[in-house]
């Protein structure tokens, strides 16, 4: 059985049709792109699935429970991450404080124990920093050492895109929603978090959705590819179907593929 299936998933604002009736399945373990030109409704396929909208129509299961209108907070729980284009962190906290804080869906200590720092609460606090610590690491050394301390807003643009997603694996999800990881990086920057999607899913076991503009990074980490255009699934297939299909090429380029 799929970890994520959708049928008929459905989305407008206004008169604007940002998803036309998506249908969209990834199992246990895959790493599965989804592509499309600007404005082909991927973040809005990534927002509805999070939460932060409700499908107007069509069925979200995740490990066989429908979450479709459930509030981001409950989908987190259950155990959907996810980054964002635009990195969104806590930027005058610290770079251990942003994972910390992460893990809020997963502790069980009450404001009782915050407030009068029970022994449970401080162990279980305790317990959280040393995830934090051990998530950090596996970015190497980056975000480790003296870094713990610095507040999130000085860390280079590659580093907070890589502090977003250690927040991400804080919340301890079986899936992880990636919306455009390497968006303004350079070439250097691409080919390591390339490397680092792939560490995500062999050494960590996260299934992955990925939403991507580099076809180079597509084609390394993908077992398909799934292709969107004005909302609608145009096809999906392995990274050599897809990126051979006429009809994908039009999409991207505005013309048939064998106009000159």
Do not use: W
């Amino acid at each position: 059985m799929a970890l994520l299936e959708i049928t008929g998933m459905k989305k407008a604002f206004g008169g604007i049709q940002a998803l036309g009736g998506v249908d969209f399945h990834i199992d246990e373990g895959e790493v599965v792109s989804v592509i499309g030109p600007n404005g082909a409704g991927k973040t809005s396929f990534f927002n509805v699935i999070s939460g932060m909208f409700s499908p107007d129509e069509g069925q979200i299961l995740f490990d066989g429970l429908d979450i479709a209108g459930l509030e981001p907070s409950q989908i987190t729980t259950l155990g959907i991450a996810r980054t964002f284009q635009n990195v969104r962190l806590f930027p005058n906290m610290s770079i251990l404080e942003n994972v910390m804080v992460s893990q809020h869906c997963r502790t069980s200590q009450g404001i009782f124990g915050a407030i009068f720092r029970t022994k449970a609460f401080k162990q279980e606090e305790a317990e959280i920093e040393e995830r934090a610590k051990e998530i950090l690491a596996f970015f190497g050394t980056r975000l480790v050492g003296y870094r713990y301390d610095q507040a999130a807003f000085v860390l280079s643009y590659a580093n907070r895109r890589r502090l977003e997603i250690a927040r991400a694996m804080a919340t301890q999800p079986q899936l992880l929603l990636l919306d455009e990881p390497t968006a303004g990086m350079n070439p250097r920057e691409t080919v390591e978090l390339t490397e680092l999607i792939s560490k995500l899913r062999s050494e960590r076991g996260f299934t992955i959705v990925v939403i991507e503009h580099d076809m180079k990074v597509v084609r390394d980490i993908s077992d398909r590819v799934v292709v969107l255009d004005h909302g609608v699934k145009l096809t999906e297939g392995t990274y050599e179907e897809v990126s051979t299909n006429e009809d994908v090429i039009e999409a991207y380029l505005g013309r048939p593929a064998d106009t000159a």
